[in-house]
T-cell receptor, first 109, second 112 residues
Framework: KNEVEQSPQNLTAQEGEFITINCSYSVGISALHWLQQHPGGGIVSLFMLSSGKKKHGRLIATINIQEKHSSLHITASHPRDSAVYICVLGGGSNYKLTFGKGTLLTVNP | DGGITQSPKYLFRKEGQNVTLSCEQNLNHDAMYWYRQDPGQGLRLIYYSQIVNDFQKGDIAEGYSVSREKKESFPLTVTSAQKNPTAFYLC???????????FGPGTRLTVT
């Protein structure tokens, strides 16, 4: 069983829709990261969180440590949000990061 | 502007040749990493370095080598021993080991 599972694998939305991408994991972590990878390949770190909720513009990330689950929400989605979103588990300074396979989001105008 | 640069963006080599991918950062980060990405797969760790003159093998180090002679630089050599070298290679850095990662733009290597 993979330590980290993302769902859905692929998501197509219309511009303006509210988007939710889920990440479930099975191991103890100290932090969880959300990354965005654009079609050209470049990766940007969106959030690093260890509890609760963080918001940046139209992006919101939440984490429930007890349920081992995190969600990434995008409000008022836009075609420029089209990218692969990757969930990454962090175990602390002595543990390597564990990368999810990513969710491909396509937002149509 | 602070950031990570990788060069070149696209690289083509013949089978049997060694090739070195460049990674430079001016973020003053101690830790640096090399990842490989194949279609449909998550990022896989090749090598990482916590500090200058120190580096450790990641999950898929066979056929690769690195050096960390300067804080700013962490070049990756793909040797002829790497069986399937064609892939997208990403370099990253962080302030501390396994902290929030800052990624370079990547190098797409094609070996024929």
């Amino acid at each position: 069983k993979n330590e980290v599972e993302q769902s859905p694998q692929n998501l197509t939305a219309q511009e303006g829709e509210f988007i939710t991408i889920n990440c479930s994991y099975s191991v103890g972590i100290s932090a969880l990261h959300w990354l965005q990878q654009h079609p050209g390949g470049g990766i940007v770190s969106l959030f690093m969180l260890s509890s609760g909720k963080k918001k940046h513009g139209r992006l919101i990330a939440t984490i429930n440590i007890q349920e081992k689950h995190s969600s990434l929400h995008i409000t008022a989605s836009h075609p420029r949000d089209s990218a692969v979103y990757i969930c990454v588990l962090g175990g602390g300074s002595n543990y390597k990061l564990t990368f999810g396979k990513g969710t491909l989001l396509t937002v149509n105008p | 502007d602070g950031g990570i640069t990788q060069s070149p963006k696209y690289l083509f080599r013949k089978e049997g040749q060694n090739v070195t991918l460049s990674c430079e950062q001016n973020l003053n980060h101690d830790a640096m990493y090399w990842y490989r990405q194949d279609p449909g797969q998550g990022l896989r760790l090749i090598y990482y370095s916590q500090i200058v003159n120190d580096f450790q093998k990641g999950d898929i180090a066979e056929g690769y080598s690195v050096s960390r002679e300067k804080k700013e630089s962490f070049p990756l050599t793909v040797t002829s021993a790497q069986k399937n070298p064609t892939a997208f290679y990403l370099c990253a850095s962080s302030i501390t080991l396994w902290g929030e990662q800052y990624f370079g733009p990547g190098t797409r290597l094609t070996v024929t």
